[in-house]
């Protein structure tokens, strides 16, 4: 499929044409988010109508890994924490895509936290679309980078007790031009922003907070998946342009959401493109691009 033309009469979900349905069942949890983004996702690209035959999807490992796996795109499941070299290589090498990071907390900013900084400091044109669950769930629910302070976690019993990462300051202080955070609950708003990050040039950064019942709402006793998405609903407040040092999530606080940048600067090959000119000015060969399409 490489356009959005038509959909097949028979289709009654517009999800479906960018699934691969005969994966389905799939994997996740009753009332885990994880799908509920892949949904923001696909309506995301049915609304900017990409050519899919350029769009592709990198994960790492874990539960959100496995979206790499159920999209009807061309996809890579990489290695855990990998996600972020490999796709700047598929981009480099082939300018014409638009590539997708999507993957999980602990990939994205534990085990690939340096990848993370240094993409978006050099701003290559990648878009990363992180689901927060505050674990490492698909590995048990372990206490990683952006689990909150006293929060209970198969390896932090007694309450988590280092600082945790906020996750939009790192990405806007590493550079990213485009950073914003939703909820699963915030699906329509999750989408706009997918949509925007899929039209914008550079590194852009969508963080989405994610119920995992299974391990990390049960642990700490927050109930269901729908119980998380009250919560999500209560204690979200919209705030669009703010100061990503003030929107650090707390156990229990406040979830500020919103758009928190949008700027524009030049990217990694612009960059590597105007050094070039400079200082060989003639003399400088561009390569050619991937014959791959
Ligand atoms: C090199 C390496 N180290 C550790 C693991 C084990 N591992 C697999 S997934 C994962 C964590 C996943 O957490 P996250 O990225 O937050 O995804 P989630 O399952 O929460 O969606 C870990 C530690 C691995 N597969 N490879
Ligand atoms: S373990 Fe958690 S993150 Fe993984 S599929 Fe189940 S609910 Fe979702
Ligand atoms: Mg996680």
Redesign the pocket.
């Known amino acids: 499929m490489s356009t959005l033309e038509v959909l097949p009469q028979e289709v009654t979900n517009p999800v479906e044409p960018f699934l691969r349905t005969e994966r389905i069942p799939h994997i996740w949890c009753p009332g885990c988010g994880?799908g509920t983004t892949v949904n923001s996702f696909a309506r995301a690209l049915l609304e900017t109508r990409m050519d899919l035959d350029k769009v592709v999807v990198v994960s790492?490992?874990?539960?959100?890994?496995r979206v790499a796996g159920y999209v009807e795109l061309d996809s890579f499941h990489t290695?855990?924490?990998r996600a972020i070299p490999f796709a700047t290589g598929l981009k480099l090498a082939n300018p014409s895509l638009t590539v997708v990071v999507y993957?999980?907390?602990?990939?994205?900013s534990a085990?690939g936290g340096n990848h993370l900084i240094h993409a978006a400091r050099r701003n290559i044109d990648i878009k990363v679309i992180c689901?927060n669950?505050f674990?490492?769930?698909?590995?048990g629910g372990q206490s990683?980078p952006t689990t909150p302070l006293t929060a209970t976690t198969s390896t932090s019993p007694y309450g988590a007790y280092e600082p945790s990462f906020n996750l939009p300051q790192l990405a806007d202080a590493a550079g990213a031009v485009y950073v914003a955070r939703w909820t699963a609950f915030h699906v329509r708003q999750m989408t706009r922003s997918m949509s925007e990050v899929l039209k914008k040039k550079g590194f852009c950064f969508i963080e989405t907070l994610s119920p995992?019942p299974t391990l990390y709402e049960r642990r700490n006793k927050l109930g269901e998946g729908l119980d998380t998405m009250r919560h999500y609903k209560e204690k979200s407040k919209v705030r669009n342009g703010a100061p990503t040092s003030e929107v650090a999530l707390g156990m229990r606080d406040d979830i500020i959401v919103g758009k928190f940048v949008d700027r524009e600067r030049p990217d990694y090959s612009e960059l590597l493109h105007h050094q070039m000119i400079t200082q060989l000015g003639d003399k400088y060969v561009e390569a050619p691009a991937c014959s791959c399409g």
Do not use: E, Q, R
Not at 60 to 65: A, L
Not at 103 to 108: A, T
Not at 135 to 139: E, G, H, K, L, P
């Open positions: 994880i790492g490992i874990g539960c959100t890994g290695t855990h924490g993957s999980g907390d602990g990939d994205l085990i689901v669950n674990i490492y769930a698909m590995t990683g995992c």
